[in-house]
């Protein structure tokens, strides 16, 4: 049994995700797309961590202090060598790690080295609750596995090509050049995934124009042509575009200013206020799409207004990304909310029939786990739900990097 599971993982990666206080891991075969073992570590740095590993199809959970990430990692090697996994011997092809922010410097998968760690670290600035929590990842990865090869890979990299016109913000150049600020976009690794599915999924690999909605706790949209992202709601910062669990998506920016001034919150109180405590869960005091669909079945008022609020943007988003891509071939809803939502797909698009867009609410009911169409026959525009893979995209770019050494 040992040396099967060791075997097994011959040629797999492992991909890390790594948090603040957090650290989710799949160890995965890039090619048979086959997940061996998944896990995920909370709390980290908090007295009682937990930590849940998945593999062979057993689950353990653990309620223990696991002070940082590396001791986090090293709780996960003795989950993988219970299964008989040893992965400083099992012949790891890489590690992958997702990186959030790769500023202007990164857009394509990268080998990580000590020079790629240093520039990581020094456009931290541009995601400063991400980026170093990604860098403790990699550091940690680096030194339990010291002989596998460790690849960044950039949440922001498949918007590097966006047009100047959808990256740039109409402020000051000089202001803007000096410190990075630019729409960046992120999500990317899901969009760029997801719309290769559609693609293929079409069998229209080329000249396609497609719409995607990454609607999970973090949401964004994304409109692509032939395969190049022409616009994104994500700018910046994940902070903008969408209503999300928590973050605000797009306000006016001059509310900050008005509650620096006038509420006078510090930049750190705005900056929660925005990230954690907006969106639904601001809204209506729930940021789980679940919990809100249950509470406005109940006839709860501040659940109706918030889901309205989030269809409002949506729609909004929606109908800009029509007009940029002057054709839509296909929609497509992704992630937590957008794969699970049925209501969500529905109200998004309904009232569309004019512009040819026409969803059929039996097959918008059926609940899957595969990439399907929902669209009725006569619907001019392709109406998908396409599980998105983060995982497998990071696994397969990062092996793709080792491959080319
Ligand atoms: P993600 O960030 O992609 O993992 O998505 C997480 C979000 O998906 C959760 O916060 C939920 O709001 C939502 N979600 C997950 N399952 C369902 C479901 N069955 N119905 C509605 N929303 C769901």
Same mark, same amino acid.
């Given at each position: 049994?040992? $040396?099967? =599971?060791?075997?097994?993982?011959?040629?797999?990666?492992?991909?890390?995700?790594?948090?603040?206080?957090?650290?989710?891991?799949?160890?995965?075969?890039?090619?048979?797309?086959?997940?061996?073992?998944?896990?995920?570590?909370?709390?980290?740095?908090?007295?009682?961590?937990?930590?849940?590993?998945?593999?062979?199809?057993?689950?353990?959970?653990?309620?223990? /202090?696991?002070?940082?990430?590396?001791?986090?990692?090293?709780?996960?090697?003795?989950?993988?060598?219970?299964?008989? =996994?040893?992965? =400083?011997?099992?012949?790891?092809?890489?590690?992958?790690?997702?990186?959030?922010?790769?500023?202007?410097?990164?857009?394509?998968?990268?080998?990580?080295?000590?020079?790629?760690?240093?520039?990581?670290?020094?456009?931290? =600035?541009?995601?400063?609750?991400?980026?170093? #929590?990604?860098?403790?990842?990699?550091?940690?990865?680096?030194?339990?596995?010291?002989?596998?090869?460790?690849?960044?890979?950039?949440?922001?990299?498949?918007?590097?090509?966006?047009?100047?016109?959808?990256?740039?913000?109409?402020?000051?150049?000089?202001?803007?050049?000096?410190?990075?600020?630019?729409?960046?976009?992120?999500?990317?690794?899901?969009?760029?995934?997801?719309?290769?599915?559609? #693609?293929?999924?079409?069998?229209?690999?080329?000249?396609?124009?497609?719409?995607?909605?990454?609607?999970?706790?973090?949401?964004?949209?994304?409109?692509?042509? $032939?395969?190049?992202?022409?616009?994104?709601?994500?700018?910046?910062?994940?902070?903008?575009?969408?209503?999300?669990?928590?973050?605000?998506?797009?306000?006016?920016?001059?509310?900050?200013?008005?509650?620096?001034?006038?509420? @006078?919150?510090?930049?750190?109180?705005?900056?929660? *206020?925005?990230?954690?405590?907006?969106? *639904?869960?601001?809204?209506?005091?729930?940021?789980?799409?679940?919990?809100?669909?249950?509470?406005?079945?109940? $006839?709860?008022?501040?659940?109706?207004?918030?889901?309205?609020?989030?269809?409002?943007?949506?729609?909004?988003?929606?109908?800009?990304?029509? !007009?940029?891509?002057?054709?839509?071939?296909?929609?497509?809803?992704?992630?937590?909310?957008?794969?699970? #939502?049925?209501?969500?797909? /529905?109200? /998004?698009?309904?009232?569309?029939?004019?512009?040819?867009?026409?969803?059929? #609410?039996? @097959?918008?009911?059926?609940?899957?786990?595969?990439?399907?169409?929902?669209?009725?026959?006569?619907?001019?525009?392709?109406?998908?739900?396409?599980?998105?893979?983060?995982?497998? /995209? !990071?696994?397969?770019?990062?092996?793709?990097?080792?491959?080319?050494?």
């Amino acid at each position: 049994m040992t $040396g099967t =599971t060791a075997m097994s993982a011959r040629g797999a990666v492992l991909v890390l995700n790594a948090g603040s206080s957090s650290l989710k891991y799949q160890l995965l075969q890039p090619d048979t797309e086959e997940v061996q073992a998944d896990g995920v570590a909370e709390r980290i740095g908090e007295s009682e961590s937990s930590i849940t590993h998945e593999q062979d199809g057993e689950e353990s959970t653990e309620v223990l /202090a696991l002070p940082d990430h590396h001791a986090a990692i090293e709780r996960a090697m003795r989950f993988f060598a219970d299964h008989g =996994t040893d992965l =400083t011997t099992a012949g790891l092809l890489a590690v992958g790690h997702r990186v959030v922010h790769g500023g202007r410097t990164f857009y394509r998968p990268t080998l990580i080295d000590p020079e790629v760690i240093s520039e990581i670290s020094r456009i931290s =600035t541009l995601a400063p609750l991400h980026n170093p #929590a990604n860098l403790i990842g990699i550091d940690a990865a680096r030194s339990l596995l010291p002989d596998v090869p460790s690849v960044a890979v950039f949440d922001t990299a498949f918007f590097h090509s966006l047009p100047d016109a959808a990256a740039t913000y109409a402020i000051d150049r000089g202001v803007a050049d000096l410190h990075a600020i630019r729409r960046y976009g992120f999500h990317g690794t899901s969009h760029e995934y997801v719309s290769q599915q559609v #693609a293929e999924f079409l069998d229209r690999p080329v000249d396609l124009h497609q719409i995607v909605l990454h609607l999970g706790n973090g949401a964004s949209a994304s409109a692509i042509a $032939g395969g190049s992202p022409i616009d994104t709601s994500m700018g910046m910062t994940p902070l903008e575009g969408l209503v999300m669990g928590t973050r605000s998506g797009d306000i006016d920016p001059g509310i900050v200013l008005h509650l620096n001034r006038v509420a @006078r919150l510090g930049v750190d109180q705005i900056d929660t *206020l925005l990230n954690k405590q907006s969106g *639904l869960k601001g809204l209506c005091g729930e940021n789980d799409f679940r919990s809100i669909t249950e509470k406005m079945a109940a $006839g709860d008022a501040g659940a109706r207004r918030a889901y309205d609020i989030y269809i409002h943007r949506l729609r909004r988003y929606i109908g800009a990304y029509m !007009i940029e891509l002057g054709r839509v071939d296909a929609i497509t809803f992704t992630a937590g909310v957008g794969e699970n #939502a049925a209501s969500v797909r /529905a109200d /998004a698009l309904a009232g569309l029939e004019n512009y040819g867009i026409v969803i059929d #609410a039996e @097959r918008n009911a059926v609940r899957a786990k595969h990439a399907r169409r929902i669209s009725a026959d006569d619907s001019d525009v392709d109406v998908l739900v396409v599980p998105t893979n983060e995982e497998l /995209a !990071i696994a397969r770019q990062a092996a793709d990097v080792v491959a080319a050494l």
